[in-house]
């Protein structure tokens, strides 16, 4: 099998594309350059896509003897990941960059270009799994559950998984794979994984925001439209957050309290107690089935609402193209613009992006 080894210049796509070469497939490694004024060094486990994390992808091409290319990405990455963060975050919703990735540059422009250019697979280092199930390719969570990456992956479809090959998702824990990677000489065996946004390195999403979007001030209200505080700009705030709201009228039973809302039209940020963060139902109508699709319009499953979030049994119902969700417990701090993962116990059934939540705690009238 050719296969394409997506390197990101980190250890886990180092040893998935050393993997492919131990199995006797024809390997080929590039790296994507993602960023036209990429940062030449990383600060510790911020920031990815650097020039140094090329020329680790690069050593670790030559140490397996494989061919290596830096593909240039820049554009759509700019266009379909970063342009679309702005956009969401200007529309009051709460983006997953990863996500968005991994659907339009990962799996489909890499993936398309590497089907052009005769390769069957592209490999990475994810950790997940695929099965050769009753009715196809299935999609399902990786053995380490601590390092699973199937909510991430969750946007893929048929054709995609169809094309995809994750050597990792079988190893027990990741201190096999910097073993491994220590064992092959590979010199980022012990290199720091990377956190936060690749495009906003120093981890300063707010700052980032209101250079990109600006500043303009708006009111707080609690829950019955009282004003409580001010803010610079809504876009700043998501869902759940407790920290840094500056509000001047404390809450009459002292109790912290929350972003419950984020309402970009009138620029307002709705807050309240933190019970009222619990979530009884949400649907969204931008989905995707990973594999073959429900064969019922109603199904019970398990739905993930963030890549660390634990899977909550739920009912499901699609309708004409929105899909709504139940859980059995309310889910806490949802945000409209994050992606909905659901599961059939370890399978990825597929994913939504949430437009609509009902709060589980009406307002008090």
């Not at 679309?84 to 398309?112: H, Q, V, W």
Request: one cysteine or more; aromatic letters at 6%; charged letters at 25%.
């Amino acid at each position: 099998m050719r296969v394409l080894a997506a390197m990101s210049g980190g250890v886990d796509s180092a040893v998935a594309a050393a993997r492919a070469v131990d199995a006797g497939h024809d390997v080929v490694g590039v790296h994507l350059a993602l960023s036209r004024a990429g940062g030449t060094l990383r600060t510790g486990s911020r920031g990815c896509c650097t020039i140094e994390d090329a020329m680790d992808a690069r050593r670790a091409s030559d140490l397996l003897g494989i061919p290596f290319y830096v593909w240039d990405f820049s554009e759509r990455f700019r266009d379909d990941v970063i342009d679309d963060f702005i956009s969401e975050y200007r529309a009051g919703r709460t983006p997953n960059p990863c996500m968005r990735c991994n659907e339009k540059i990962k799996f489909a422009a890499l993936l398309e270009r590497a089907i052009e250019l005769g390769f069957d697979a592209v490999c990475t280092g994810h950790y997940a799994t695929l099965v050769d199930g009753a009715e196809g390719l299935e999609l399902h969570r990786a053995s380490d559950a601590a390092k699973d990456q199937s909510y991430v992956l969750g946007v893929l479809n048929a054709d995609q998984l169809a094309h995809t090959y994750f050597p990792l998702g079988s190893t027990p824990s990741k201190a096999i794979v910097r073993a491994e990677a220590a064992e092959r000489g590979l010199t980022v065996a012990q290199k720091p994984d990377s956190h936060d946004i690749c495009f906003i390195p120093d981890g300063d999403t707010r700052g980032w925001l209101a250079e990109k979007v600006g500043t303009a001030t708006g009111e707080i209200v609690d829950r019955s439209g009282s004003v409580v505080g001010s803010h610079e700009g809504a876009h700043s705030f998501t869902v759940g957050q407790r920290r840094g709201l500056s509000l001047g009228t404390p809450a009459a039973d002292g109790k912290p309290r929350f972003v419950l809302e984020v309402r970009p039209v009138s620029n307002t940020v709705v807050v309240g107690p933190k019970e009222a963060l619990a979530i009884g139902e949400i649907s969204g109508d931008r989905h995707s089935w990973a594999g073959r699709a429900p064969s019922e319009a109603a199904f019970d499953c398990d739905v993930q609402i963030r890549a660390h979030a634990d899977p909550v049994p739920a009912r499901a119902h699609v309708d004409n193209g929105v899909i709504t969700v139940f859980p059995e417990k309310p889910f806490e701090g949802v945000a409209p613009g994050q992606t909905a993962v659901i599961y059939d116990g370890t399978r990825v059934v597929g994913q939504f992006t949430i437009a609509h939540t009902v709060s589980a705690v009406p307002a008090a009238t």
